[in-house]
């Protein structure tokens, strides 16, 4: 029986599911918003809005298969080229949902925590978020890492220049510098690599978007626009991740 017939039939006890080979972390594109509301003669900002109930049922699904990291790409580095008034929506949307959700999250255990230059967020932005952060600190359940004004070219930059200052400062010496070490000068440092990276709404790019923590990721690309996302079609990106064979550059011991 495949996946998402045990899904199906067995939704209330989803979290019982053995699923062997459960990505330990997915990354998403959350893409398609915009094109969703156009479609439909509504505003860009309302294909935002509506894509929050996507956000909702994709952190429930992933609590309850098991995922310990989920990652959204919520707001990149390129965003701020929007217009202001959709800027500040998405600013004004952000605090909504940290305000909103915080007791949901609780509830189902999820910590939430932020990858990119938050401080450069509005401050009422910055604050909320941050509390949001500090409220759900000690939940032990999945991760939900909100890439927030991040970029990946934007993040390799600030680590090879806080290794720079390290060196300079004699914290560290040239040949210390390997693979390990970088990525802890990255924002995921405390993160394992994404397994599965997402995007939606029909793009195959990854929009500068975890660089150099998804050189082995396996990539999934779909037609579905993000406000249209649903638990169904992530066991269905699962089910897809399940059936490769991943090598890392080896050969395949499965």
Known sequence: MRILDIFKKKDK???QINIQYTPEHIAII???NGRWAQR???PRTQGHRAGMESVRDIIKACSQLGVRVL???AFSTENWKRSEEEVSFLMNLLVEYAKKEVKELNRQRVKLIASGDISQLPGYAFREVKNAIHLTANNDGLIVNLALNYGGRDEIVNATK????????KKLEIK????SLFSRYLYTRDLPDPDLLIRTGGELRLSNFLLYQSAYAELYFTEVMWPDFRKQHLIEAIEDYQGRSRRFGGINKR
């Open 13 to 15: 006890d989803i979290e």
């Open 30 to 32: 959350m893409d398609g």
């Open 40 to 42: 439909r003669n509504m």
């Open 71 to 73: 990652t959204l790409y």
């Open 162 to 169: 806080k290794i720079y200052q390290d060196i300079s400062d």
């Open 176 to 179: 210390d510098i390997n693979e």
